[in-house]
């Protein structure tokens, strides 16, 4: 099948497009991919180091914070001020040590010199080395006595984790005096919660920091806490985000506190008397990427500052940094990854990629000639969109593209004339026009008599309410209410023929026969009443005023048809029938009623709705009476007659 020229011709052109394409688009990606790739991995490295540092802040605020605040409880507590309270109930202090596993031992020392310690074994090895442990034993409780003639004795005791005692040290001459450690001494002088530089602890010999706080109701008695600095890098090696990450806690001045991955031999270089500044130190030989997060620290003689990502031979490394407050104390904590082993994932699947790319190029060309014969496929869209304009279909947009200019030309104009209906559609109703075209009628001037249901509803105080409203606030109103209405209209069958002021004239069995047309009319009405109270509801709660319709209803002949002149048309109905139904609509205000149907209308849905006769009315421009009555709703189960009559009939009311 030959389409818009040779087959030849078209099959150049859509191998020349595709080729074209395709290397344009390769190139572009791989322009792209050069230029942006390295900046884009070192911007997501950055936020993601930002983020685990995040976490890190708040759990290493969250853990020192604990840990502070359990030294205040203890140091609040009134029964640490007598040594033989918390041997009688060690729970005390386990309590706290059982809650917080970061903690290495907590303590309380005395101003004669006793002291009381609780540690685990269990939890630390260099515990249960020094202290010879059993094998079981959970917890141990160091007991330092003072006798009154200053003699000091010192025995450990050991618990399981059911805090049953199952052994103890020989008692022995304390060789420990709280009293001359740094964390008694710096809580004397502090108010609240003082902390330590790090230092070498006086049993185990770790290096660490030590939290303490004076008791407030007993002069003298210390409350410490320690926490190891090995303890703090294992916290520090699970915010790692690669794994030769290395994460560092520097203090205020920038002095090395503890690193991810910090082992024993950190401390070999470190001096060991008690009470120096003691720390972590990194090796000449050591870690260098440890190496370049330390030195990326600038330092002057008043503290530190955190410095933003550095550049090291052919490594590239993302350092980032994250203030930690805890308390009166300023953490820094940093660090440090190597951008290559961050890019590792992204430059594999960057090689898949490509060779996906090079194998789909070698596969596009013999596929380019099946391409070709798809150029059909808008055609046969804009012959089903030539279809739908027939119908006057016009809610879905026209999406057919193509390259073959010819084709895309069609589309354009398809497009523009579909534009142009739906402009159209604005100004005349679409049903009537799809009805019209349904039928099969040519327009021309002049009609046809045909039994129709005709139907006028008005909006009810519409004059009152336009006097003190805004042109927006009318508009709004009447578009709400064209809108609840022609949808009845249109779901009942029923076409609007207009809209007259505030008003609507739908008609019933035209342009399209309806069968039961006034029935079909009738409960349109009501439901146009049922969706009007739905509405007025939520129009309340809005502060909108709400709506209020009133609606005549006439069945009989009138004609049909398109009057008008040469160039402009109109499809209407005229005739006495309409009339009637205009009338009916303004008799709804003297009889206080919604909806008034003719005497013709009762006649054809008698047994099926409920309505109340109001006696025969005289209508303004007509000799005769009209038999009037009020439509209530649909035929009640069981009820045998739907007819019932006012007392006094409304026989000498007149329409205007």
């Not at 109340?612 to 007509?622: N, Y």
């Amino acid at each position: 099948m030959t389409i818009l020229g040779k087959p030849r011709s078209l099959t150049i052109h859509v191998t020349v497009a595709f080729a074209v394409l395709f290397a344009v688009l390769a190139a572009t990606l791989i322009g792209f991919s050069t230029l942006s790739s390295r900046a884009l991995v070192l911007d997501a490295a950055r936020k993601l180091a930002d983020a685990r540092l995040d976490l890190l802040a708040g759990e290493t605020q969250a853990k020192f914070e604990r840990i502070e605040l359990a030294v205040q409880a203890v140091a609040a507590d009134r029964r640490i001020g007598d040594p033989t309270a918390l041997i009688a109930d060690h729970r005390l202090l386990l309590g706290y040590f059982d809650e917080l596993q970061d903690l290495d031992g907590i303590y309380v020392g005395y101003p004669n010199g006793a002291f009381f310690h609780v540690v685990s074994p269990a939890r630390s090895d260099a515990w249960a080395k020094t202290l010879g442990a059993p094998d079981n034993a959970a917890y141990a409780i160091r007991l330092i006595g003072a006798d009154p003639d200053g003699s000091r004795q010192s025995i450990w005791s050991f618990y399981d984790a059911d805090d049953k005692a199952i052994g103890a040290s020989p008692a022995g001459i304390a060789n420990y005096d709280p009293r001359l450690r740094p964390w008694y001494r710096k809580a004397q002088e502090t108010s609240g919660v003082s902390w330590t530089s790090s230092y070498v602890f006086a049993t185990t010999r770790e290096v660490g920091l030590t939290m303490s706080m004076a008791a407030a109701s007993a002069p003298g008695v210390v409350v410490g806490a320690d926490v190891t600095l090995t303890r703090l890098g294992e916290m520090l090696d699970r915010q790692k985000i690669s794994p030769r990450t290395r994460v560092v806690l520097f203090d205020g001045r920038g002095r090395l506190v503890a690193f991810s991955g910090m082992a024993a031999n950190a401390f070999e270089d470190a001096p060991s008397s008690d009470g120096k500044r003691i720390g972590p130190t990194i090796r000449q030989d050591g870690d260098k990427i440890l190496g370049m997060v330390f030195k990326a620290v600038q330092r002057d003689g008043s503290g530190a500052s955190f410095g933003p990502a550095i550049a090291n031979s052919n490594a590239r490394y993302v350092i980032a940094s994250k203030p930690v407050d805890v308390s009166t104390q300023q953490l820094h904590a940093v660090m440090g990854a190597p951008v290559e082993e961050l890019m590792s994932e992204v430059t594999r699947h960057s090689r898949n990629a490509w060779a996906v790319s090079a194998l789909i190029a070698l596969m596009s060309f013999p596929v380019i000639y099946f391409v070709a014969q798809l150029i059909a496929r808008p055609l046969n869209e804009l012959s089903l969109e030539a279809k739908k304009l027939k119908s006057f279909n016009l809610d879905e947009p026209l999406t057919t593209r193509s390259r073959i200019c010819e084709v895309q030309r069609l589309a354009d104009a398809m497009r523009a004339a579909k534009a142009g209906l739906q402009t159209f559609g604005l100004y005349v109703p679409k049903e009537l026009v799809r009805q019209v075209l349904a039928s099969g009628a040519e327009p021309s001037l002049g009609g046809e008599e045909r039994d129709l249901t005709i139907m006028f509803l008005d909006l009810d105080g519409f004059t009152s309410f336009a006097e003190n409203s805004t042109p927006d606030e009318i508009t709004q109103l009447l578009s709400d209410f064209f809108s609840l209405a022609s949808q009845e209209i249109a779901a009942g069958g029923g076409c609007v023929d207009k809209f007259i002021g505030d008003g609507i004239m739908a008609i019933w069995n035209a342009p399209v026969l309806t069968p039961d047309h006034a029935m079909r009319a009738c409960q349109c009405a009501l439901n146009i009443q049922t969706r009007l109270t739905q509405a007025n509801a939520l129009r309340r709660r809005s502060g909108l005023p709400p709506l209020q319709a009133r609606i005549g209803i006439h069945s009989g002949p009138a004609v049909i048809g398109n009057v008008g002149s040469a160039d402009r048309l109109e499809y209407t109905a005229i005739g006495d029938a309409v009339n009637i139904a205009a009338r009916l609509e303004a008799l709804n205000k003297e009889f206080d009623t919604q909806i008034l149907v003719s005497g013709e209308v009762v006649q054809r849905v008698r047994g099926r709705l409920i309505v109340m006769a109001k006696g025969r009315a005289a209508l303004k421009g007509r000799m005769g009476r009209v038999e009037v009555h009020a439509l209530r709703g649909a035929h009640a189960a069981g009820s045998d007659d739907p007819f019932t009559e006012e007392a006094e009939p409304e026989a000498s009311r007149a329409a205007g």
